[in-house]
Structures are given as C-alpha cells and as structure tokens.
C-alpha cells in the first residue's frame, strides 16, 4: 500500500473513531474490524455488552468475541457487493452472567476510492426496557411515570388499536403531542390505513407473541418519514389475560445517517417537501433515473443541486460506480482542462508522469459539473465533443480515451441568458438540456418550511449525539417568516448555530443568530389584521377535522404557515 492510499485508510479509520464516540453517548454499542477480521476499535457501550476490555479484544478476530452466536447473516467480507446486514436479535451475556438483548448491524467501511476495508458492526441493547416493562403492572400510575422518563418512545393501545397511552420521547420522535392520539388508532402513527407496522403491533395482541420491526417508520405530525426499530408485545392484567399492546421504539436517524454516509447512497427521502413543486421533482427523479440521458439542474444557491446529482445516480444502474463531481468554478481555467480531461507525461512542464482526469474516474458511472455556467469557452468545446463522440483527448495525448459516463451538470445562473450574452455556447445547451429540473427556491414553497425545520433538526440533533430539541412557539414564528436566501443551506446553518448556543432542550428567539433575531420587533409591529368571525370560522374548521392542521389550511385555501400563524394569534389549541 502506498502512503497516499495508507493516509486515506488512516483518515477513514479515524471518523470511524468519532462515530464510535457519538454512538457512546446514546448507549450504542459499537466496534469496527479489519479486512482480516481483527477488531480494530471498539467503544466502551460495546465493551459493557460484551464484559471485555479493550485490551482483551483488540487484534481479535471477531468470531471469537462471538463464539457461540455464529453470524445469521451472509459475512460482508465474502460479497463482492456489500450492503448492510441485519441480523435477528441475539442474546450476550456480560461479566456478571446477566443476559441482553441485543440487536446487531453490520455494515462495510469503504475508503476515498470505494475500495471496501473493514466492516462497521452496531449493537444495541434493549433487555433494560424489556426488563422495566416485565416488572410493572399496566394498572400502575408509577408504571406510567416510569415510562413516561425513558428515552425510549412507548404507547401502548387496547384491544381495539386506539392509543391509551403516549410517552415524552413518543411525542419528540413523532412530533405529535398525546392530546393529539390519545383514543385514535395508531395506524394514525404510520401514515396509512393498514400499515404493516400497526399490523405487527395488532398480531401481538391476538397471538400474545413478541414482534419486531427492524426497518420501521413513523410518519410525524407534519408529514416527515422518521426510520424506527420498534418492539411490540401484548399488556396482560393481573388475571393474565390480555389488555392491549405496548410498542416500544428507537429513533434510527443517526444509524440511517451513518449508514448513508458509510455508503454514500441517496434517495428521495433524504430531499424533504410535500409541496406540488417538490412532488413534481420527485416523481420526474424517477424517470430521469432509469436512463443515460444527460441532465440539467438548474437553481439558487443552497437549493439542492449537489444532493439531487446524488439522488439520480444512486437510482441509476451507475450507482455500482463512482459518481465524481467538479466545480467548474473553484478551478483556475489554466488548471480545469488538466483536471477533467487529464494529461500524459511530458505534455507541459511538471508533468512527470501520467494523470487520469475525472472522466476517467467517473468511467462507468456519473459525473457531475457543477457550475456549469463558469466553464471556460475553449473547454466547452471539449465538452461538447465528449457529449457527441463519447471520447476525449487527455492534455498533450495522441490517442483517443472513450468515455462511458454519465453527465449531470447544474448551474445558479441561467444558461439560456447565457447562451443570449454569447458567454455559453448554444449546441452545448441544447446537448445538457435534455432532461431540465428546476429546484424552487424556500420562498416558492412555504409549504414545507415546518416539514424542512423538523427535518433538519432531527438530523443536526442526531449527528450531535443529543435528544431532539423543541422550538418555542416564537422561534418557529420568526423561521417561517423568514426568505432565506440561502435557502436550505442557510436554514441548516441557522438551526445549527442555535442548538450550538442553546444549554436546554428548548430553542427560543436568543438562540438565533442576531440578524434573525432583530425580525422579532418587526413581526410584533406588523400584527395581522383581525376579520369579524375569522376566529369561530378557523375554530369550526379545526374541530371538524379533529385539529388536521393540513387539512383544515387546504379548507381555507391558505398554507400551513399562514393557518399556524392565525391560530397564535387567536390563541387556538386543542
């Protein structure tokens, strides 16, 4: 191994440590091996589970810790394509002989060059919450205080599947307050109208068995997709018949994340918006996927042209392959032909030996020009040539490169203003723009600024290694009323810099950044005007759709913002 790719191995292998650290502090064990499978590092939540030191496992194989719990999983290190493996719950015994019940995920490590080099194994522990739950009667008000502090989310429903019960870390996780599903069914919670997860939790209650449900999701009160590892079993009285249910479940948003950034795989779950705008673009994802065709995304900064490149090429049948990106801008132009297209030995001086540029890299898969708009006239031409021949001329070459690849390029400016001022060359507009996708900016879709907000903030919180943060009512008000001009990019820095300055779990107005906070004066100088009646009206609509705020704002022909605003003002609730 050279130093180059030594020091990438190395790098890897150090942001694997801090991942270890993060999942320490949520009670997650976890610990990564080699190629050889010797384990190479471990956090202390996974030498608890196991009863062993670091010292005592390091340089060990990772059957051996195992011994006795063989793999239920096909091993990683025998599949040329390795996805995560999810493995059915195991039992560990610890130093003191106590049993656990652990949930085990294993997924690959890659290097910067795709190149597999370990393998990342997560276990979690659940026997403390089975333990509590074996414990305590249902009847007990304690029982319900008890559950009611763990950081786990629990509800528990009758026989009949209305929810009777609704913890704190419920409500976080779902973004639904208990007075919202108390006596509702809890397909309510899994955003349709026989959800397999509601079907788990019911067969539970006829069958008195154990369930589990290793890839859940809940779908919280503003629409947004949370993954979930939940448990359900049956609630017996004291005669031991059967009550109801009890569901117990994680938040997996930092397991999702990590997974996805062990894997550098997007989907349309990590774009958020409900809007018509939004869905539109999902819908059109879909079909620009399943072909070679060359793409154009065109939008303002921070809209999320790099993430929906991504998206598109993890759909594809390219996404075995590398998806390389450029930015046509960050390069000199003396330094971006040398960098696309590459160069041989000797074609200027300093060129020693001979260097594959990015078309080379991406071959087979996908490249992506961003700022497409600032490529330089002379390379343009190049480009054009690559579109229409699929083959180049690296720098100083004599002979032809083939080029299979992919080219999504995306741009900020408008490239037909462009192509007008003869600073883009017309024939290669009309060879990008095959297939166009123009990303709204936050103001062109209002709509989906509480769904963004929520979002987001789940995942700043994951990544931070702490429980979800709440927003005060004021703090939600002056973000909706916000233009964002830096769109996604600058609401992600805003929420941020909040939970960085915040010590409590609450955001409120102090804890934004000054220029957000001066908005506050000017929302209270500009008070919306109040209409006769508008109150009882907004009221009624509200209760005849049991407070649906979604609903009850399609009613009334506004958005969800502007119905949130109206009931603040008029001091609505449930």
């Known amino acids: 191994m050279n130093m180059k790719m030594l020091a990438g191995t190395n790098a ?23 190629l050889n499978r010797n384990i190479t590092a471990i956090n202390y939540c996974g030498q608890g589970l196991m009863g062993l030191r670091e010292t005592e ?117 779902s973004g639904y307050s208990r007075c919202q599903v108390l006596g509702k069914p809890c397909a309510l919670l899994f955003g349709g109208k026989t959800p397999s997860e509601a079907v788990l939790l019911q067969e539970s209650v006829d069958t008195g068995d154990l369930r589990n449900s290793q890839q859940g999701r809940i779908v919280t009160n503003e629409g947004a997709s949370v993954p979930i590892k939940a448990h359900y079993m049956a609630l017996r009285n004291e005669k031991d018949a059967i009550v109801g249910g009890l569901a117990t479940f994680h938040d997996m948003t930092l397991v999702h994340q990590l997974r996805k950034t062990i894997r550098e795989r997007y989907t349309c779950y990590d774009m958020i918006g409900k809007s018509p705008a939004m869905q539109k673009i999902f819908n059109l994802t879909d079909v620009i996927s399943q072909s070679d065709a060359t793409v154009l995304i065109e939008g303002a900064t921070g809209t999320g042209k790099d993430l929906l490149a991504k998206v598109i090429h993890a759909a594809s049948h390219r996404s075995v392959k590398t998806m390389v990106k450029v930015n046509c801008a960050a390069l000199p132009d003396n330094l971006l032909e040398s960098e696309i297209f590459g160069y041989v030995k000797g074609a200027f001086t300093g060129a020693d030996r001979d260097k594959p540029g990015r078309f080379q890299e991406a071959e087979g898969g996908t ?121 996604v990019r600058e609401l992600e820095n805003i929420l941020e810099h909040a939970l960085i300055v915040s010590k409590d779990d609450v955001i409120i107005p102090q804890h934004l950044p000054e220029y957000l906070q001066k908005m506050t004066g000017a929302l209270k100088a500009a008070k919306p005007n109040r209409h006769p009646n508008e109150k009882q009206k907004i009221l009624e609509l509200l209760r005849k759709n049991n407070w649906h705020k979604g609903k009850t704002a399609q009613a009334m022909g506004i958005n969800r913002s502007t119905l949130w605003r109206k009931m603040k003002l008029y001091e609505l609730s449930p």
């Open 57 to 173: 496992v390091l340089g060990k194989d990772c059957r051996e810790i195992f011994t006795g719990v063989p793999c239920m999983v096909t091993c990683l290190f025998q599949k040329k394509k390795c996805p995560p493996a999810q493995e059915p719950n195991i039992l560990l015994k610890d130093e003191d002989e106590s049993e656990h019940l652990i949930s085990r995920l294993a997924t690959p490590i890659y290097d910067e060059a795709r190149k597999m080099i370990g393998c990342l194994t997560i276990l979690q522990d659940h026997s403390p919450i089975i333990d509590l739950i074996n414990r305590v009667h249902y009847e007990e008000r304690s029982s319900k205080m008890i559950l009611d502090n763990l950081d786990v989310g629990v509800f528990t429903v009758n026989r009949g599947g209305l929810i009777t019960f609704f913890n704190t870390a419920a409500e976080k996780i």
């Open 367 to 487: 490249i992506f020009l961003d700022e497409i708009g600032d490529l330089p006239l002379m390379l343009q031409a190049k480009l054009l040539r690559v579109i229409e021949e699929k083959e180049f001329y690296p720098l100083g070459a004599r002979h032809i490169m083939k080029a299979d690849v992919r080219i999504i390029s995306a741009t900020n400016r408008g490239l037909e203003q462009l192509v007008a001022k003869r600073l883009f060359r017309e024939d290669l507009f009309y060879r990008l723009n095959v297939l166009r996708i123009e990303l709204p900016c936050i103001k062109d879709r209002r709509e989906d600024l509480p769904l963004l907000i929520h979002h987001i903030l789940r995942q700043v919180c994951a990544a931070k290694g702490r429980s979800l943060a709440n927003i005060s009512h004021r703090t939600m008000e002056i973000l909706l009323n916000f233009d964002y001009p830096g769109n």
């Open 12 to 34: 890897t292998l150090s942001f694997y440590k801090n991942w270890l650290h993060i999942l320490d502090e949520l009670n997650i064990g976890a610990f990564t091996v080699d």
